[in-house]
């Protein structure tokens, strides 16, 4: 199963802080635990490390996500498709079209019950928005790394560092 590869993430998570590491692993296992036939998309970037589950492989199809900012160690729970569902607390940031998100410092700061129903519905918004795959062609519970960029804003920094 997919939520025991963590090779990849933990090289990517590894120069932030143990506090970020511990949060951001935190609520991937939450996910996990409650998505284990969807995949997680790890995508390492220039200013974010985010990964997210989808029903597929394809960011689009994305439900939440976990991001880690490198300027700031920001660690955001988000939607993909946040917009779209319902909020009735209004706890969700963000004002665009389409993503929303909590800021994520403590284990406390995620309303777990609240956000498992967010994810609910979320999950099938994604689904209703998929195009039909063939059956031979689906992935379930599997790890992919999507991209690594090869110049990266170091965390906490400005400064641009070579990922090796």
């Known amino acids: 199963m997919s939520k025991k590869d963590t090779k990849d993430l933990l090289k990517f998570l ?9 949060i951001a692993l935190w609520l ?34 994305t439900f939440c996500s976990i991001a880690v900012g490198r300027s700031s160690y920001n660690v955001h729970f988000g939607f993909y498709w946040g ?4 909020d009735p607390k209004k706890i969700l940031l963000g004002n665009g079209n389409q993503y929303r998100y909590l800021l994520i410092k403590t284990k406390s700061d995620l309303p777990q019950a609240y956000i498992k129903k967010l994810m609910k519905e979320a999950y099938a918004y994604s689904l209703a ?6 059956t031979d062609k689906v992935i379930k519970g599997t790890t992919i790394t999507k991209s690594i960029s090869a110049v990266q804003r170091k965390p906490g920094k400005l400064t641009l560092k070579k990922y090796k």
């Open 14 to 22: 590894s120069p932030f802080p143990e506090e970020v590491q511990s």
């Open 28 to 61: 991937r296992e939450f996910i996990w635990d409650q998505y284990p036939e969807s995949n997680e998309l790890i995508y390492d970037n220039y200013n974010a490390l985010a990964f997210g589950w989808s029903p597929g492989d394809k960011v689009g199809d």
């Open 83 to 86: 917009a779209m569902i319902a």
């Open 129 to 134: 928005k998929m195009k039909p795959v063939p």
